[in-house]
């Protein structure tokens, strides 16, 4: 079958990053070890094991990451990564086999897999976390089965999305309503990333005032998902793009500064003049803010978002932090300072929603049937998978194709 795999050694490592200050190319082709191959499928792990045939397979800005390198070799989020590895974990896929223990799905559906392997897919009795439902904080991500991995796409036992088959454990099915399309279906993974970490933080009553950093759609994903739970406070948000500005304010920000804004004025002093006060400037000239925005949802992750969310939300206020631009070198001074709690959100996991219980994939199913993220706006790119190289230049220059998310359409 064809997959894309990656497969980087410590020479590649050094020798791309070398090259890949001139052109940036150089990570998807010949020098990189990114290929579109032919492999092997993945035998079933186990009996209670199905394998699916990808619909479409969406490109995780994780994925970008590691393709460019972003993390290096010795960060956590490695660790945790089986290479060779086929990529892809966001995916729309029809069940095409099933063990001789999971007879009762039925061959045919449309499912989301949910990606993590944790304790029941591993045959382990659940840890504290699997048993509360947060699958994507396992205990047991390294243990039971050898060589499972922790993910969909970054395993090369279980395959991924950015391929023509991969095999999920019968507990990592979601069900795709039959009102729903491919293209929202294939939303659902980066948008329950929003909802998650809304859902673990949620806008309390003393929260007036929201910022969200960077309009990719995990950020996007945020503003629509407080406007549709009621949230009735201001948001604010800062984009890279003037397109990912308009989408921001089309979808329910109150506010939202764009990189050419920010030329003439930065948002340290832009929220400065809202809140009548006065930026301190620091010692080299970073800002600091000692009022003013409640809580900062950091959807970039990096380390220049990580020391702007510390440095601009009111003392005793609440920083989430979504994306993983991988901060180093980070001055977490503030947090003791401003009293400020600090927590991190990732993935998906089963959410108390409306009284009851659901998978974060069933609440943005329930969403998208009900009008919200726009699939429309919000996938912007389909490639075949044989077009992946032109899908990584479009996506390392979103501004100028105007690239919100984009995927493989592998079959159907
Ligand atoms: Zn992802
Ligand atoms: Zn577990």
Same mark, same amino acid.
């Given at each position: 079958?064809?997959?894309?795999?990656?497969? $980087? %050694?410590?020479?590649?490592?050094?020798?791309?990053?070398?090259?890949?200050?001139?052109?940036?190319?150089?990570?998807?082709?010949?020098?990189?070890?990114?290929?579109?191959?032919?492999?092997?499928?993945?035998?079933?792990?186990?009996?209670?094991?199905?394998?699916?045939?990808?619909?479409?397979?969406?490109?995780?800005?994780?994925?970008?990451? /590691?393709?460019?390198?972003? @993390?290096?070799?010795?960060?956590?989020?490695?660790?945790? &990564? $089986?290479?060779?590895?086929?990529?892809?974990?966001? @995916?729309?896929?029809?069940?095409?086999?099933?063990?001789?223990?999971?007879?009762?799905?039925?061959?045919? /559906?449309?499912? @989301?897999?949910?990606?993590?392997?944790?304790?029941?897919?591993?045959?382990?009795?659940?840890?504290? %976390?699997?048993?509360?439902?947060?699958?994507?904080?396992?205990?047991?991500?390294?243990?039971?089965? *050898?060589?499972?991995?922790?993910?969909?796409? !970054? %395993?090369?036992?279980?395959?991924?999305?950015?391929?023509?088959?991969?095999?999920?454990?019968?507990?990592?099915?979601?069900?795709?309503?039959?009102?729903?399309?491919?293209?929202?279906?294939?939303?659902?993974?980066?948008?329950?990333?929003?909802?998650?970490?809304?859902?673990?933080?949620?806008?309390?009553?003393?929260?007036?005032?929201?910022? &969200?950093?960077?309009?990719?759609?995990?950020?996007?994903?945020? $503003? &629509?998902?407080?406007?549709?739970?009621?949230?009735?406070?201001?948001?604010?948000?800062?984009?890279?793009?003037?397109?990912?500005?308009?989408?921001?304010?089309?979808?329910?920000?109150?506010?939202?500064?764009?990189?050419?804004?920010?030329?003439?004025?930065?948002?340290?002093?832009?929220?400065?003049?809202?809140?009548?006060?006065?930026?301190?400037?620091?010692?080299?000239?970073?800002? $600091?803010?000692?009022?003013?925005?409640?809580?900062?949802?950091?959807?970039?992750? @990096?380390?220049?978002?990580?020391?702007?969310?510390?440095?601009?939300?009111?003392?005793?206020?609440?920083?989430?932090?979504?994306?993983?631009? !991988?901060?180093?070198?980070?001055?977490?001074?503030?947090?003791?300072?401003?009293?400020?709690?600090?927590?991190?959100?990732?993935?998906?996991?089963? *959410?108390?929603?409306?009284?009851?219980?659901?998978?974060?994939?069933?609440?943005?199913?329930?969403?998208?049937?009900?009008?919200?993220?726009?699939?429309?706006?919000?996938?912007?790119?389909?490639?075949?998978?044989?077009?992946?190289?032109?899908?990584?230049?479009?996506?390392?220059?979103?501004?100028? !194709?105007?690239? &919100?998310?984009?995927?493989?359409?592998?079959?159907?």
């Amino acid at each position: 079958m064809r997959a894309i795999t990656f497969h $980087i %050694s410590v020479p590649k490592w050094f020798l791309c990053k070398g090259l890949g200050r001139f052109r940036k190319s150089v990570y998807w082709g010949r020098v990189s070890t990114l290929r579109l191959r032919d492999i092997p499928e993945q035998p079933l792990p186990g009996d209670d094991w199905v394998r699916v045939r990808p619909l479409l397979g969406g490109v995780c800005g994780s994925d970008v990451e /590691m393709i460019l390198l972003g @993390n290096p070799p010795d960060s956590f989020a490695k660790a945790f &990564v $089986i290479e060779p590895v086929v990529l892809g974990h966001e @995916n729309v896929a029809v069940v095409t086999e099933r063990g001789p223990a999971a007879r009762d799905v039925p061959e045919g /559906m449309r499912v @989301n897999v949910d990606p993590v392997i944790a304790c029941s897919a591993r045959g382990l009795a659940p840890c504290p %976390s699997c048993r509360a439902g947060q699958f994507c904080a396992c205990h047991n991500q390294a243990q039971g089965q *050898e060589g499972l991995g922790f993910s969909v796409g !970054h %395993s090369g036992a279980v395959g991924g999305s950015w391929a023509d088959s991969f095999v999920a454990h019968t507990s990592q099915l979601v069900r795709v309503p039959d009102g729903l399309t491919d293209a929202q279906a294939v939303l659902v993974d980066p948008i329950s990333a929003s909802v998650h970490a809304v859902l673990r933080r949620p806008p309390t009553d003393e929260d007036q005032d929201v910022l &969200v950093l960077g309009c990719g759609l995990v950020g996007l994903g945020i $503003i &629509v998902f407080l406007r549709a739970m009621g949230f009735k406070g201001r948001i604010f948000a800062t984009a890279r793009y003037r397109f990912q500005q308009t989408l921001a304010l089309h979808l329910g920000a109150d506010e939202c500064w764009d990189r050419r804004d920010l030329k003439q004025k930065d948002y340290f002093d832009r929220l400065a003049a809202m809140y009548g006060l006065r930026a301190v400037r620091g010692k080299y000239g970073k800002k $600091i803010l000692l009022g003013g925005v409640d809580l900062v949802y950091d959807a970039l992750g @990096n380390r220049r978002s990580v020391e702007d969310s510390l440095r601009l939300v009111r003392p005793q206020g609440t920083v989430v932090i979504v994306g993983m631009g !991988h901060p180093r070198w980070v001055d977490w001074d503030p947090v003791p300072y401003k009293q400020l709690t600090v927590m991190g959100s990732h993935g998906r996991g089963i *959410e108390a929603w409306k009284g009851g219980h659901r998978h974060t994939y069933e609440i943005v199913h329930d969403l998208m049937a009900a009008g919200h993220f726009p699939a429309d706006r919000l996938l912007t790119h389909i490639f075949p998978l044989e077009d992946y190289r032109t899908a990584l230049r479009i996506l390392t220059h979103k501004g100028r !194709h105007g690239a &919100v998310h984009a995927a493989f359409r592998v079959s159907g």
